[in-house]
RNA sequence: CGGGGUGUAGCGCAGCCCGGUUAGCGCAUCUGGUUUGGGACCAGAGGGUCGCAGGUUCGAAUCCUGCCACCCCGACCA
């Protein structure tokens, strides 16, 4: 059917960049490692925004809006911090630009030079602690509880159109508490959110589990992590929680005093989630005819595409099919009527089939004399014939009945793909083929951890919450271990 | 930053080795007509600083020099 994209087996990162590009959800830009997300991808964003920031309110936060810029000393005052952005940042020097003295163009100004650097930021924990700074002197103004939906710049070498890009849109959320115990729970309800999210409204089955200290987020205590298998044995990390302990507030000396009298340092969390959900979302479910979207983030829901040889007969599917699209609307559900006369069916039914468009309705001729619906789904690309009066409570089922089908093949996939593992030679050849994930003993130290990537590449994802204690030995140095890791290769 | 590759119409490419009519093909676009239950067909039309700057030559997309950009493979990462 669709020879247009690369088979999925024969090579997998080309099949996912054509698949992007075809399916029209994004392109490289003029700028390196920038995309443009085009409409039908930013659709599937807003639909991603509009869920999550439903249940961040829920959770009792809300949204504001920092500066892009971030004073470099800002950036320099936790150390394991700018240690680990350091080497990926963009940095504003000037201020102006002037025609060039010999009319070549123009240049920067050099007498417009900044008397502090500015630093895109990476991420904003330091531009906005430096705020909380201000807005905290009492433990009656904790705990604060904010969301900001942004773009953040990270200068990667190497970039994929949304699995990595230089610049990409994300949510963080930074908030500030009394206790340790308090800010720890809430590192622990933001990664359940994330968790929740993926695995009710993408579809994605994920684990949930503590990065190990090399992992980390860099001046995080602890991170929690969802990570995802993909469809090629690679995992995939979804979102992150971080629980900073008091670095945040102590390098910018975020005191309160509390109902004791006792002035202490604030504890802070920070949690995030970014465009890369869009690729997780493709690589997770697609297939060689194209996207295969969740319905409940997909732009459009369902398309009703008239077959039609005359002016007559489009008239009278026409008529029926904008019924029927109201009736749809009037249900929640969205939903395209492609009316377009410069398409043949044929045509219309694989463009809609590579962008994953959930259930197609098609209304010809046939249709209009028997008063039925010819009904297609996309996961399983099954058709059949439905009359006309039941259709209405078809499509409403059979859209949650895609919804949890997708979601229970892909963690049919992950369970067909995770393998407990105890010996070093197993684990080799497991990560070689088939991929996936490995759950293994390991000595927790960072030194074994290294080794491991080095020879295999393979990385810890997290420790899951789940994984129950048991005596083993490290897969690699043979030392007494309590508890398995989650290993996989990863992007 | 190391290794490899590519820049020719909106997109995908051929031409380059071996210099020589008006730079070609497919897709897309526009016009007209026939079509329409799984990516239609015919006829016609428009669209080019051949990545940039020099050089060699009577003549350069083609040869030489320099530069730039992008892509792929490694080291960094959500």
Not at 55 to 78: C, D, R
Not at 355 to 368: E, S, Y
Request: some cysteine; aromatic content about 10%.
């Amino acid at each position: 059917m669709a020879k247009f994209l690369t088979n999925r087996e024969e090579n997998y990162a080309q099949w996912y960049n054509d698949l992007v590009i075809k399916a029209d959800l994004a392109e490289n830009s003029a700028v390196r490692g920038c995309m443009v997300i085009k409409p039908y991808g930013y659709a599937i964003w807003e639909k991603i925004q509009a869920q999550l920031d439903k249940m961040f309110k829920a959770t009792g936060h809300v949204n504001a809006y920092f500066p892009l810029f971030i004073p470099k000393s800002f950036f320099s005052k936790e150390a394991k911090h700018v240690e680990g952005f350091a080497k990926e940042c963009a940095i504003v020097t000037h201020y102006r630009l002037k025609n060039d003295e010999n009319g070549k163009g123009i240049i920067v100004d050099p007498t417009a030079k900044l008397e502090e650097e500015l630093i895109i930021r990476p991420t904003s924990e330091t531009i906005i602690w430096n705020s909380y700074k201000n807005w905290i002197q009492s433990y009656r103004d904790l705990p604060i509880l904010i969301n900001q939906w942004a773009n953040v710049v990270r200068w990667e070498m190497r970039t994929r159109l949304f699995l990595r890009t230089a610049e990409f849109l994300w949510q963080e959320g930074h908030t500030a508490h009394a206790t340790r115990e308090e800010a720890i729970e809430e590192t622990q309800k933001m990664i359940n959110v994330y968790a929740d999210f993926a695995e009710n409204f993408m579809a994605l089955p994920v684990i949930k589990g503590y990065k190990s200290e090399n992992e980390r987020f860099a001046g995080a205590i602890d991170t929690y992590a969802i990570e995802a298998l993909m469809q090629d044995g690679k995992a995939l990390q979804a979102g992150t929680s971080h629980f900073l302990g008091q670095n945040f507030a102590k390098a910018f000396d975020v005191q309160f005093t509390d109902k004791t009298g006792k002035l202490d340092y604030v504890w802070a969390t920070s949690w995030g989630l970014s465009t890369r959900m869009i690729g997780a979302l493709i690589m997770a479910h697609s297939d060689n005819n194209g996207l295969v979207l969740p319905p409940r983030l997909a732009p459009i829901q369902v398309v009703i595409i008239p077959i039609y040889k005359n002016a007559g007969q489009m008239d009278s599917i026409s008529a029926v099919a904008k019924k029927l699209k109201a009736d749809l609307e009037a249900k929640g559900i969205s939903v395209k009527f492609d009316d377009r006369d410069n398409n043949k069916p044929g045509w219309k039914f694989a463009e809609y089939e590579l962008k994953g468009v959930p259930v197609r309705l098609a209304l010809g001729p046939r249709d209009i004399e028997n008063n039925t619906v010819e009904v297609a789904r996309r996961d399983t690309l099954e058709k059949e014939i439905v009359q006309m009066d039941k259709i209405l409570t078809h499509v409403l089922l059979l859209l949650e009945e895609i919804q949890n089908n997708i979601y229970k093949k892909a963690l049919e996939f992950r369970k067909e793909n995770t393998f407990k593992v105890d010996t070093w030679d197993e684990f080799v050849r497991i990560l070689d083929n088939p991929g996936g994930f490995i759950l293994a003993h390991w000595d927790g130290t960072i030194e074994t951890e290294e080794k491991i990537k080095e020879e295999t590449k393979a990385t810890i994802r997290c420790i899951p919450f789940d994984s129950p204690d048991e005596d083993g030995k490290c897969i690699y140095s043979g030392k007494p271990s309590k508890r398995r890791a989650l290993f996989a290769r990863s992007y």
